[in-house]
């Protein structure tokens, strides 16, 4: 209620002031994000990686703030004012036609929220896989604000059920693909190291035949609500009907999809997260310590 009393200008530049103390005084966290920059981008400045890593801190809780506005901004008749779709017209034409089905898949970069909410608002409604949030009433709230326009959000553990449904209907599956997904995960390679990536999105593609499509959200503003909703790729059934490994494909393809839009605004990505937790059996101990 405190920060709708003021215009999103002033609370994205309060904001990104709690970002700047969390990169100066969060050392944990602060480390974490400069040592997956430096192994992904081994050839940037010193320089470029603590902005980049500032600047994810920011965009951490400058996404509180965009997930507080959403629903007081957006709506049906002038959500082009504050998201612009950008190359995302394939998608669109996938998602609105009588297809038989779609997964729709992202990371955590830019407003992964807003992808989502928008689709929804266009009377494009998702069923998204998320994990609830630690604490039970920021969850409720954050969960309120997904499924506001008819977004249904479901906890990971007990997803089957709901995404079978939904794609056995033709209707479209939320992913954010971009979580360590342990040691029974398939490794591919994300920014020159292997991470560990979930099966189920590739096996879901394959087993109901749909297309994937990898898509982001853009903050082009610092101090705005501002998006801009692109396609980075889609994988059609068609493109890996030959492939020897066909999950293995899949994954790789679209990890990479995530790789290339991450590389495009290194600042929006969530670096603190630990996508490489998870290492390979064979891999030497310490190498990415």
């Given at each position: ?66 997930v ?59 069923v ?13 709230f ?11 959000i ?42 560990s ?50 999950l ?34 064979n ?7």
């Amino acid at each position: 209620m405190t920060m709708q009393c003021w215009p999103p200008g002033f609370n994205y530049f309060f904001a990104k002031r709690v970002g700047d103390i969390m990169y100066l005084f969060d050392r944990r966290h602060r480390n974490r994000a400069m040592a997956n920059l430096r192994n992904s981008f081994p050839k940037a400045s010193e320089a470029s990686l603590k902005i980049w890593a500032r600047d994810s801190m920011r965009q951490l809780i400058c996404l509180g703030v965009d997930v507080i506005w959403t629903t007081r901004l957006v709506k049906p008749d002038n959500f082009d004012h504050f998201v612009e779709m950008g190359d995302f017209r394939q998608a669109l034409e996938l998602l609105l036609s009588k297809h038989k089905g779609l997964i729709l898949i992202t990371g955590h970069y830019g407003n992964w929220e807003i992808l989502g909410y928008v689709l929804a608002t266009l009377g494009c409604p998702t069923v998204s896989v998320a994990r609830p949030l630690d604490n039970p009433l920021i969850n409720e709230f954050v969960l309120g604000v997904r499924e506001r326009k008819g977004q249904k959000i479901i906890d990971k553990k007990g997803a089957t059920n709901d995404v079978t449904a939904a794609l056995s209907n033709g209707g479209m599956v939320g992913f954010i693909a971009d979580q360590n997904a342990g040691p029974k995960g398939i490794f591919v390679d994300f920014f020159g190291r292997k991470a560990s990536a979930y099966k189920s999105i590739g096996l879901l593609a394959m087993q109901y035949n749909v297309p994937i499509v990898v898509g982001y959200a853009r903050r082009t503003k610092a101090d705005a609500f501002k998006f801009t909703i692109g396609t980075q790729d889609v994988i059609y059934p068609v493109d890996w009907q030959d492939k020897p490994d066909t999950l293995l494909y899949i994954t790789q393809r679209y990890t990479k999809a995530i790789e290339d839009f991450v590389t495009a605004e290194p600042g929006q990505y969530l670096w603190v997260h630990r996508r490489w937790k998870t290492r390979p059996k064979n891999e030497q101990p310490g190498l990415y310590d």
